[in-house]
């Protein structure tokens, strides 16, 4: 078992794809997410690397994909804040200041690839998309359009009636 703040570190690299990025959205010195990102690596065998200018793991944990599972049913608990992808987003007035509870933001050159696979591993817990741009339903994905914003989140389908997400939808809808 990881901290917080190890696994954070990391998956925050890969998420946000900036160490700066990681610092400034979970409030600790770009330092201590560099140091905390290769405790957690090592923690787990494996290494944080920089392919294509993409920070990614350079092999799979199952490990780390059980312990991500503990670190979002924690979020979902309350006992801490929920992540939200804002894909393009992340400028609105709608998401500034962040919903109570959230974290928002995105990678600089995000794509929805990147936003759906952050979800898939559950570093994020929520993309949000421009109408156009939502991604199809799944086995594992549920979409749901919000249509007064012209815009649609995406979630794990197992998290379809959370109640942190259901608020955030409620919000988005009465924005």
């Not at 936003?115 to 799944?138: K, M, T, W």
Request: aromatic letters at 6%.
């Amino acid at each position: 078992m990881v901290s917080l703040d190890l696994l954070s570190s990391f998956d925050g690299m890969i998420w946000l794809q900036s160490g700066k990025k990681v610092g400034a959205l979970f409030e600790q010195h770009q330092t201590t997410i560099s140091r905390n990102q290769k405790k957690c690596a090592q923690a787990f065998g494996i290494k944080l690397q920089k392919i294509s200018s993409n920070w990614q793991p350079q092999s799979d944990s199952p490990l780390l994909q059980l312990e991500r599972v503990v670190h979002q049913v924690a979020r979902l608990q309350g006992k801490s804040r929920l992540r939200l992808d804002a894909n393009r987003w992340l400028d609105s007035g709608l998401l500034n200041p962040a919903p109570a509870g959230w974290l928002v933001s995105s990678a600089k050159n995000g794509t929805t690839s990147h936003s759906l696979e952050c979800l898939q591993q559950r570093i994020v817990d929520v993309c949000l998309y421009p109408f156009a741009d939502i991604p199809e339903e799944s086995q594992c994905l549920k979409k749901i359009i919000i249509t007064s914003r012209k815009m649609g989140i995406v979630i794990l389908q197992e998290h379809a009636n959370q109640e942190r997400i259901l608020d955030l939808i409620n919000m988005l809808e009465q924005a």
